[in-house]
Structures are given as C-alpha cells and as structure tokens.
C-alpha cells in the first residue's frame, strides 16, 4: 500500500515538473516560439 501512494507521489510530481516546464517554455522564450 505504502508503495502504491509514493508510485502515485512520484507521478503526481513528474506531472507537476513537466508542466511546470512547459510554463516556463512558453514564458521563457516567446522569441523562439515565433520562430516556429
């Protein structure tokens, strides 16, 4: 059980880390998205 909740924790938190990346993509470098 112990297991389960920190597989899901550790989803929960590379779901977090990649949106969080996202974000600051889209913030960061709004120059190279024009270039697209």
Known sequence: MLI??????????????????DVLTKLGLPKQGKKQ
Do not use: T
């Open 4 to 21: 389960h909740v920190l597989n899901l924790q550790g989803k929960l938190v590379n779901f977090r880390m990649k949106e969080l990346k």
